[in-house]
Structure formats: structure tokens, C-alpha cells
């Protein structure tokens, strides 16, 4: 990830509006922090931010006194701050899709004993808002605001199925990264794949995503006029599946749909 000192030379204006630097690289940095796996150096920051270090510096310290960004023990890196779950916590908690589905999900997890997911479309990944948690000791679990690419997921690809191909093409990169031996990466095959998502009305993760881990997901259609953005998915693991619990399973997805957008 770049971002040039440059850059805002190019920004188109927005709704007449000049966007504003400062903003765009407290932006940039708080996704950048959000993303990463462990804290991360400044050197880290002017590197792959590509900020002049002095801002970067002026930038982390404004972040760190008000509470978005925490250094570690060392004073040396940096992670966000509790500011940041504050913020993402209340925007599960006001959305409106969440309060819908709570109960169903609630009740359907209960009732299978298997983890059941929640979540969005944002640009090509899918954005995980809501789980309820398998009962069972092996499962696998995705934290709400955990992203994964849309076309290694079963709930990406039920809402992709939903959109024309160009629009699933452009957002696939040029070169699609495998997540599993088990990852469609071939257009073709995709293209196929998403088709037969549209025949039988839901689509599956056949261990694309994770290795033992088999999804059943399906869009959730709320009306709008446009594509649906959310979708709604049981996360099994193999282990606990025969061809009989898959169709049972398949078929309570598909009810708890139903009443989520009834």
C-alpha cells in the first residue's frame, strides 16, 4: 500500500469538495493499523504508507493521545487503541441488517449446534458483522469485522451470483490468490461456478477459504432495487457431515432467509 506525497494532486474532488490530506492519512493509517497482524514500527508506516516521517510521527502521536492507536510496551509500535472497538462495536450494534437477523441466527445455531455468520460486501471482500458460535469444541470461528475475499467464500460468492459477471471480474485482481489447495482462481471456472450458484439457489465453500470447513450461504435480498450487499451462512466442519445433515442443513438456511427478509 502507497500513498505518494503526490496523491492528493490526483484525487478526484468529491461532490465539489477537496478532500482534505490529514484526513485522508489518518484514514489510511488506522486501516493500515486494522489490517496488520502485529503493531507496527513507524518505520513500518513510512514505508508502506509511503508518509514523510515527521507526519507519520505528528500523525501517530495525535492518533495515540486521543485513543485510537495504542503503542506496545516498547513505545516502539503501535496498534489501534480502544477508540477504534468502541467505534466498530457501535456500528454492529445500530446496524439495521444485525438487529434483523440476531434472533434468527440465534435460534438456528441453537437448534443445528453449528456457527452461523453474518455479513457484508465492501468493495472485493466480504466483512463479517455478526456470529453466532458453534457448540461444538472443533470449530472454526470468524470475528465480526474479520475480512475475507469475496470469491473464496461461500457468502462471497452467493452475492456475487447476484451481480453480472463483469462486475464479479473487476473484482478479482489481475492474478487471484489461492487461500487453500481448494481456491477457484481460474476466471472460467468462476464464471461456471457462480452459475451454478444461481441454479440452486445457495452457494457453498467446498474448504475454499479454510481446509475442513465446508459454508453454505445464501444472499439476503432485502428489496432495495440494487444487488443484495448481505449474506447469511452455516460454517460446518466435514467431520460432521453426511449428505442427509447437508440437505437438512441447506434447507434451515434457506427458512431462516425467509424470516430475515420477510
Not at 197 to 204: D, L, Q, W
Request: with cysteine.
Amino acid at each position: 500500500m502507497e500513498l505518494s506525497e503526490g496523491r492528493d494532486a490526483e484525487t478526484p474532488q468529491v461532490t465539489g469538495v477537496r478532500p482534505v490530506k490529514s484526513a485522508e492519512r489518518a484514514i489510511a493509517l488506522l486501516e493500515y493499523l486494522s489490517a496488520a497482524d502485529t503493531p507496527r514500527s513507524l518505520r513500518d508506516i513510512t514505508s508502506d504508507l509511503g508518509f514523510p516521517r515527521a507526519s507519520a510521527y505528528a500523525l501517530l502521536m495525535t492518533l495515540v493521545h486521543s485513543g485510537w492507536v495504542d503503542p506496545d510496551v516498547t513505545g516502539s509500535r503501535y496498534r489501534l487503541g480502544i477508540r477504534a472497538l468502541r467505534v466498530g462495536a457501535s456500528y454492529v450494534e445500530h446496524d439495521d441488517v444485525v438487529r434483523r437477523a440476531q434472533r434468527v441466527m440465534d435460534e438456528i445455531s441453537q437448534e443445528w449446534g453449528e456457527t452461523v455468520h453474518l455479513a457484508r460486501l465492501d468493495a472485493h471482500e466480504i466483512v463479517y458483522l455478526a456470529t453466532c458460535i458453534s457448540r461444538h469444541s472443533l470449530a472454526v470461528v470468524s470475528r465480526p469485522g474479520r475480512r475475507l475475499p469475496c470469491w473464496a467464500t461461500g457468502l462471497g460468492k452467493a452475492l456475487l451470483a447476484e451481480r453480472p459477471w463483469e462486475e464479479t471480474e473487476a473484482l478479482m485482481p489481475e492474478t487471484v490468490p489461492a487461500r487453500t489447495p481448494h481456491t477457484i482462481t481460474d476466471r472460467a471456472r468462476m464464471r461456471a461456478e457462480l452459475e451454478r450458484v444461481r441454479e440452486r439457489g445457495y452457494a457453498i465453500d467446498e474448504q475454499e477459504s479454510t481446509v475442513g470447513l465446508r459454508c453454505f450461504a445464501v444472499a439476503l435480498d432485502f428489496g432495495g432495487g440494487g444487488p443484495p450487499k448481505e449474506a447469511l451462512s452455516f460454517s460446518v466442519p466435514i467431520v460432521r457431515l453426511d449428505p442427509e445433515r447437508e440437505r437438512d442443513i441447506v434447507r434451515a438456511l434457506l427458512k431462516a432467509r425467509d424470516r430475515i427478509v420477510r
